[in-house]
């Protein structure tokens, strides 16, 4: 959209400030909560378009967010600990079971590790099912206390959560991206154009997969720790499959040809939902209608998403992937 | 001591053999070529030499060292690299950067480097892009270096292909038919490149084509493969004479690619 530095720069800069500015601009709770899910969806879904780059599709995000919010959750109820502690440690506990399901499941391609980490995020499921005693068990975990007040700072209140919501999904977002435009990050995107002919060149084609694909959990992970106090109860029902699924139709409808383009996805994703009840006569039992068209339109015609169709219309040649 | 020095390579493929017993030698600065009939096991021996394959039995010295069974990166970084047919550069990249990914082993970017976007990390990205630049150079590719590699005619693709493999420095270089699909003006440009590489840097080269004349007219030495056997070997001369050669491709098309 923006093709100055400088204009992107101070666009970016007039985006954030409203953000913050937000909560006063309209202090409605249910918006709030949307705002905040968007923030959420953010970094995961830019986790996907990510380690996409390489090749490889993951449904696991909500997985490693159930663990970061359960490691949060029985940490913080059970043991007392503060929450600004647990939160890097959720991201430690998301690293470490990264590696655990990442080194065998990279190995694998295309279609059958996308069906791969569908699994992944059953097993974990069950897991948490089963293993009532440190769970809970399907009954969850409740009374999630809010994160202690830090530096003058009370939580509590949607507000709070929103801004706290809202500084994670800047930091996290901050290091997809970087890690997106780095030379890290081009090296990434050749494994996925032309695995062999990378490898022949030198590239540990595993290592780099497995890499991004820890470094997502990890930030997957820290935003479920943030989400655990956020619902103050968690269940296995939060962490279910269709969640992950939803992640990846955000980077489809947005594109993922662009770095920006997942968040397309959850903006047009999020808000039509919301305008629509506005609409007179409308049903929600409709939505789903909505939403499915809207998806269809786009992949049939612009299978590379909105970013495509943005980029489009200014008429800038698409560079690099 | 040769450069390369493979011994007793099988490779088996369930029941079938694909290489039987082959043993390849190439010395530093040697441009040996590789022909045969089709089927007769070329790609399945560059596959086995880059570490692709790992052969069934046999085994592979380079510069003395073993590199028997490494995978296809580590092999690389040891310096033998292979051109392709197939998924040859990096269609949505620009030239520029598909050079840069073939210098890959002198860079191996870290994860964390690019996130903390220090001056020194600022000066390694600018190294990068001139030592790429100058690959583009000596292949005669500069002019394109900012434009996407898929939108470049077909021959310069194959160029850039094997610029990459170039831009890898490597000791040893396995080229799978580099002209093929070629026009005369892009196979000059082609072999130009390998030449100037393999005087500038003694590189032994190993040359994988069917078009037979440019093979006599280029290679040192000949290896001639059928059924995964090595049937002959020797001068242009040698071979062009040799009685299973010639009833190797008696009956098989011969097509000048």
Redesign the interface.
């Known amino acids: 959209m923006f093709t100055k530095a400088k204009h992107k720069a101070l666009f970016l800069g007039a985006v954030v400030i409203l953000l913050v500015l937000f909560p006063w601009i309209t202090g409605n709770p249910y918006f709030l909560r949307i705002g905040i899910s968007m923030f959420i969806y953010t970094p995961l879904a830019l986790g996907v378009a990510l380690l996409a780059r390489s090749g490889q599709l993951t449904f696991a995000q909500y997985a490693f967010l159930g663990i970061g919010s359960y490691t949060v959750a029985i940490i913080t109820t059970r043991f007392g600990w503060n929450w600004w502690l647990c939160l890097p440690l959720a991201g430690v506990v998301g690293g470490i079971m990264a590696v655990i399901v990442g080194y065998p499941a990279l190995r694998i391609k295309g279609p059958y590790f996308a069906i791969l980490t569908f699994g992944v995020n059953e097993i974990l499921r069950l897991v948490i099912t089963e293993w009532e005693s440190l769970t809970g068990g399907s009954r969850g975990i409740g009374n999630i206390p809010p994160p202690s007040p830090l530096g003058g700072w009370q939580f509590g209140s949607m507000r709070s959560y929103y801004h706290l919501g809202l500084g994670l999904m800047l930091v996290s977002s901050l290091i997809v991206y970087l890690v997106h435009k780095s030379h890290f990050g081009l090296t990434l995107a050749s494994t996925g154009q032309a695995d062999t002919l990378s490898e022949s060149v030198g590239v540990n084609v595993r290592a780099y997969k497995l890499k991004t694909f820890v470094a997502i959990s990890v930030l997957a992970a820290v935003m479920g720790g943030f989400f655990a106090p956020l619902q103050q109860y968690i269940s296995p029902l939060d962490f279910q499959i269709w969640e992950s699924f939803t992640l990846v139709v955000f980077c489809v409808v947005g594109g993922m040809s662009s770095f920006v383009g997942p968040i397309y996805g959850i903006l047009v994703l999020t808000i039509i939902p919301v305008v629509l009840q506005y609409v007179p006569g409308y049903d929600p039992v409709l939505e789903p209608l909505f939403y499915g068209t809207l998806v269809l339109l786009i992949v049939i015609l612009y299978p590379g998403g909105i970013a495509v169709f943005l980029q489009g219309l200014g008429g800038r040649k698409i560079n690099r992937t | 001591m040769p450069l390369v020095e493979a011994t007793g390579i099988s490779k088996f493929f369930g029941g079938l053999a694909a290489l039987s017993q082959v043993d390849v030698h190439i010395d530093k600065g040697e441009l040996v070529g590789l022909i045969g009939p089709n089927g007769a096991g070329k790609s399945t021996l560059v596959n086995v030499l880059?570490g692709?394959y790992g052969p069934t039995s046999g085994k592979i010295l380079l510069d003395g060292v073993d590199v028997t069974g490494k995978?296809?990166?580590e092999v690389?970084?040891k310096g033998i690299?292979?051109s392709?047919q197939q998924?040859?550069?990096?269609?949505?990249?620009?030239v520029l950067?598909n050079a840069?990914?073939?210098?890959?082993?002198f860079?191996r970017?870290?994860?964390f480097?690019?996130?903390f976007?220090t001056a020194g990390y600022r000066r390694?990205?600018t190294e990068?892009a001139k030592k790429a630049e100058e690959v583009l150079e000596f292949a005669g590719l500069a002019p394109y270096k900012s434009e996407?590699a898929g939108g470049l005619p077909y021959g310069y693709q194959r160029l850039l292909?094997i610029a990459?493999?170039v831009?890898?420095d490597p000791k040893v270089l396995l080229l799978d038919e580099p002209v093929a699909g070629m026009n005369p003006q892009e196979i000059r440009q082609t072999l130009e490149l390998v030449r100037q590489v393999r005087q500038e840097r003694q590189l032994g080269i190993l040359l994988i084509e069917h078009n037979v004349r440019a093979i006599m007219e280029h290679c040192q030495r000949i290896i001639v493969l059928n059924f995964g056997k090595k049937i002959a070997e020797g001068t242009p001369q040698q071979v062009g004479t040799d009685r299973a050669v010639i009833d190797a491709y008696l009956g098989e098309e011969t097509h000048a690619s």
């Open positions: 880059s692709y995978k296809l990166h690389a970084r690299v292979r392709f998924s040859f550069i990096f269609k949505e990249f620009t950067e840069i990914i073939g210098h890959h082993i860079e970017p870290g994860f480097e690019g996130l976007y390694k990205e990068y996407k292909g990459i493999a831009s890898a």
